[in-house]
């Protein structure tokens, strides 16, 4: 019985850890698939929203509004980088995911210069400061508010896919990029705005994060690896191929460290070597290897 | 064929010449910085051969730093081997962990080569703070310098070891010049610019990129062993990906395929640091943007401008008339 | 010379190479003709080992190449030429001669000497260029020399290897009357020695160069003897007039 409840948290645990890794990968994930970029600095900007966040609501005094200016504010970064740097590079990976991990170091002084070196702990919103009995424990609201807008964001993500016309040319774009590029102008401005949803949902993975992991610098490098983990063996650009993936790191980075504590991030890593050795476009490709 | 380059011999006498002089003359705080540069530009020179030269650019290199070091700290801290031939087996360690893993990470090229040689590198980082017998992620001290008493040279002053580490790094750069002049550089050319060409020629172009793959994490082993001994302490933090990263952005600033530009990239990183830090603590944001203006500006890196500048006064027609 | 048999290759449910078998003997001068689309590049792809086929043999001298990679073929004596350029931009000419030799030789394996005194590989170097009308360019970049020249040079990579067989993909593609008749000259020049397969669009090259003319459509082999039973053959008429319709 007892271990019973221990696993049924943790599930929820790795959960909760599942739909914020998923919100970080989708920006990532179609970043690389789509815009042929490797981002080293998305959870840069996931840093940013968790920080920018922290302070609005500190001086708001409202986490509801921290989650709807924290998210713009990152994207209006994101943008400015896109369109000044990102935009300029396409093609050249080496270069890309060098200037990137620069912005990375500037991210990182940045942060610590602005907002110094402590630990903050962003305040639960009190309409989400509950607790529920589950497992013979109580369990914050919260982590399945974070879950609940996780599921919320894979199904939006999934209609837009199919239903709008920007999710067309998304979907032509990760299959075939040349053809897409020949199809018209206005690929750009889709690669931009889906570019921009990305860094949104970083955003907002910032601000979720916020009251349960502690805002410090050095918590997008943190993140990075198991995000990029999750883009690699979902596949590049695959929305399904996120979520499975999301949910396999959750799970690990979840029950890794109890069952298995010195080995955790080495599977991890050895997890990411495997794939990219040997099935390089990921599990749920978008299209099938040939 | 070979073009000449003017500036490479003056610059690099003015590099290693300022560094050995410094070694020879300056105080504790300096002869750090000066040990501390001789020893990361080993390791530059090694990235920049596999980045400037064979086209593999590795964003986990410091992992071999890795293998060597811990193999040295194992073999003289635990097994009780002497310093000198714990040195080697390190470098030999290094040697074997790169062909296998270039064996590995060279069926896949571009950004998943980036992706896979920076888990591959993690893992090591992954065992290594988690390995017990290493301390953990705290490291482990008490580690010695190698014993050249007999001849005279006692490696455990600052100063004789500050000289040392330059001299095997003028070694290690006259090894690399050699190697990239060679037909075997040559091959690695061909390789860098266009594969599939080489390949046409009948290159077995994996085994050769396995074999450059080997040479340059034997020196990296080298210079992880080297780095062991200066800091005499042994930390998971040699192999991390950040400090993979940092040689890129080295070896790039200085000027890839360049191999003076790792040593000036180098001089420049540690300089900077120096300096900027004594005026503020928040050194990276400088260091980050700089590496970003001169990737966006001077992609060929500072000395891969200098020398293209140079090259046009000296012979604007050199290149031979394009036809008509 | 060479042995194609039953050579197959799909794409999914697209079928680009449909059985072709072919024989060629050793010196002759063979032309692989055929509208656009019917598999004549993947044809030699097939052949050079860039693509492996579905089923089939390939034998070059008797010996089974068909599970080879293709650097191994190039040591077995199969050499090609590219399409579309494909050479080392920012190389000299002779420098890339000689990069090209010291592949065939070993040399490459070299590290203890330089390249630069490698003197055996840059004669060579040069007498490739001076083969192919290229000697007088030899220091020039690659990436400076006209198209015409650039077409020449990978003739002579190609040559480097010191093939049995060479395969020519479209020698005269995208050049001009002058730059054609030129790169006529120099095919019809190379020694008996080699054995010839070229793919080619310009007719009056085939009919010029070729003694055996293979025509291809939908990767099967349709028609296959000397030029002047091509002419005049009602197939190939069809298909030819029937494109261009």
Known sequence: MELFNFIGIQVLNALWLSALLFMLAVGLSVEFGLLDVLNLAHCTLYMLGAYIGYTVAQIAGSYWVALVVAPIAVTIIGALLYWGLLSRLRGNHLIQALITFGLLFVGYDATRLIWGVEQFRMAVPDLLSATVPVFDQTYPIYRFFVLGVGLLTVLCLYLGLERTRLGAVVRAGVDDREMAATLGINIDRAFFTVFCIGTALAGIAGVLAAPIRSVEPGMDVEILIPALVVVVIGGPGSLKGAVLGAVLIGTAETFGPVLVPDFASFIMYALMALVLLLRPQGLLPVKPAH | MQRRDPLALPLLALLFGGLFATGLYAGAYWLTIVTEIAIFTIFALSVDFLVGYAGLVTFGHAGFMGVGAYALAYLSHFAGWPVGLSILAGIAAGALAGILIGWLVTRVSGVFFIMVTLAVSMMFWAWASRSPVFGRDDGLGGMKRMNLRAIGIDLNDPRTFAIVCVIAAALIYLLFWWLVRSPFGQILKGIKQNENRIRAQGLPVQSYKVAAFAVASAVAAFAGTLHLQNTKFVHPEVAHWIKSGESLIVVIVGGAGTLVGPVIGTFLFFVFHRVVESFTQNWQIWMGLLFIAIVLMAPEGIYGRLRSLTRKRAAPSREGAPDA | ?245
């Open chain 3, 1 to 245: 010379m060479l042995e194609i048999g039953e050579l197959r290759k799909s794409f999914g449910s697209l079928v680009v190479t449909d059985g072709v078998s072919l024989a060629i003997a050793a010196g002759a001068r063979e032309a692989v003709i055929g509208p656009n689309g019917a598999g004549k590049t993947t044809l030699f792809n097939l052949l050079s080992g860039e693509l492996k086929p579905d089923s089939g043999t390939i034998r070059l001298a008797g010996r089974d190449i068909t599970r080879l990679p293709p650097d191994r073929r190039v040591k077995a004596g199969l050499a090609r030429s590219f399409q579309r350029n494909n050479l080392f931009l920012d190389m000299t000419v002779a420098e890339s001669l000689a990069t090209a030799v010291a592949v065939r030789t070993g040399e490459s394996l070299v590290f203890w000497r330089s390249f630069a005194a490698s003197r055996h590989l840059h004669a060579q170097a040069e007498a490739l260029a001076e083969s192919v009308g290229l000697a007088d360019r030899r220091d020039a970049l690659v990436r400076h020399l006209s198209y015409g020249s650039q077409r020449q040079l990978e003739i002579a990579m190609a040559l480097a290897a010191e093939p049995a067989l060479l395969l020519l993909d479209e020698p005269t593609a995208g050049m001009s009357p002058e730059e054609t008749r030129a790169m006529q000259r120099l095919i019809a020049g190379l020694p008996r020695s080699l054995t010839l397969l070229l793919i080619e669009h310009d007719m009056d090259v085939v009919f010029d160069i070729a003694e055996r003319i293979t025509v291809l459509d939908y990767g099967r082999v349709l028609v296959q003897g000397p030029p002047a039973e091509i002419r005049r053959s009602p197939i190939v008429r069809q298909i030819y007039l029937g494109e261009m319709a």
